[in-house]
């Protein structure tokens, strides 16, 4: 019997009513698709982890396809968050800024960050795969349906023993016969369920697990109690709301590119994977920092002050949370403190034995 596909259609927080159209144009090509549920969220980044929206995600235990105004990085973040796992599907529809080239990427910089333990890796992951689809790639309905279609083809294909040999074959899953019912209407085609809760636009940051190496730089940096941990010591955002809007400084701060802000205007920072490439490029240009004079340490320095100081708090500059830097954006190794006086008498008298 084929899999069913779950797909969910996340629309734009705006009421742009191109991006209505798009929206509604999809979901209407799918409506014929026999073995797909089509579930429409409000946007996906603003929903609550208790909101109906999110448990409704929650509750899907298959393959799912989510097709939101979000960079596809961003958006499996959002639900990794959330609880909502599953292996990273590859998608063949995207474009150029979802397009992540690394080869002039040095390769013992490339050893040397494959070498690096990643939270994700100490994770189980269920076996279920979610697609992300970013709706700002094309403007055409017909390529959303098509790669949804072919997704659900693919994760129909069955892996069948060959009688008499060594050996397996895939073989498309043969689709069955679609009953009509009394209403003339064709049994299992594509269910829609639309959800309407949507809350307050929000702003907070979403780690990358993936590229996390859990150093904890983000939460030293971060004076506004967004970030803390989890019971293995595990870096999370445990107050997003916490977060002061439109202020995207800890990702500048992150030696690993791990923090997004899916709705900043910047591509960096919202979850393009162009971040992946070589740390040789000029930081500040590349998360678009208003002074092209500054480092992003330097850059997220003075945004981290500025929002102290909204909040009636006082600035404090690089004096807390900032390590020092080399030159490609890595900290720099700490350095051995040069004992004083005063820890050279106390080691004489630890070699007393007293």
Not at 168 to 193: C, D, E, I, K, M
Not at 198 to 224: H, K, Q
Not at 253 to 278: D, L, M, R, W, Y
Not at 331 to 354: H, N, S, Y
Request: net charge negative; with cysteine; hydrophobic share 40%.
């Amino acid at each position: 019997m084929a899999k069913r596909t779950s797909v969910v259609i996340s629309q734009s927080p705006s009421q742009n009513p191109v991006r209505r159209t798009l929206e509604e144009e999809i979901v209407t090509g799918l409506l014929m698709e026999p073995g797909i549920e089509v579930t429409i969220i409000p946007s996906l980044y603003d929903l609550s982890p208790s909101s109906t929206g999110m448990l409704a995600l929650q509750g899907i235990s298959g393959n799912m396809i989510v097709v939101t105004w979000l960079f596809s990085r961003a958006a499996h973040w959002i639900m990794d968050r959330n609880q909502i796992r599953g292996q990273v599907g590859t998608t063949l529809l995207f474009g150029a800024t979802e397009v992540d080239e690394n080869d002039d990427e040095d390769e013992e910089e490339a050893a040397e960050a494959e070498s690096k333990p990643r939270v994700v890796d100490s994770r189980p992951i269920p076996d279920r795969k979610i697609y992300c689809l970013d709706l700002r790639i094309t403007n055409r309905a017909a390529d959303f349906i098509a790669e949804v279609k072919r997704i659900h083809q693919e994760n129909n294909i069955q892996i069948v023993s060959l009688g008499g040999m060594n050996g397996h074959r895939a073989t498309p899953a043969t689709l069955p016969t679609v009953p009509v019912n009394s209403n003339g209407h064709a049994n299992g085609f594509a269910q829609v369920q639309r959800i309407e809760d949507a809350g307050a636009r929000r702003w907070y940051p979403v780690i990358d697990y993936s590229r996390c190496t859990n150093c904890m730089e983000c939460i030293d940096f971060c004076l506004f109690g967004v970030y803390g941990t989890d019971k293995i010591d595990t870096i999370l955002v445990e107050q997003p709301d916490n977060c002061r809007k439109g202020c995207p400084a800890c990702s500048r701060v992150c030696p690993e590119n791990a923090i997004i802000f899916p709705q900043h205007k910047t591509p960096a920072i919202a979850g393009s994977p162009e971040i992946g490439a070589s740390m040789k490029i000029d930081l500040s240009e590349l998360f678009g920092a208003p002074d092209l004079g500054k480092s992003a340490v330097e850059v997220a320095a003075l945004e981290r002050d500025e929002q102290l100081q909204l909040a009636g708090r006082s600035a404090v500059g690089m004096s807390v949370g900032i390590r020092p830097r080399e030159s490609n954006g890595h900290p720099a190794a700490t350095q051995p403190a040069v004992k004083d006086a005063l820890d050279a008498l106390m080691d004489q008298v630890d070699e007393l034995d007293m």
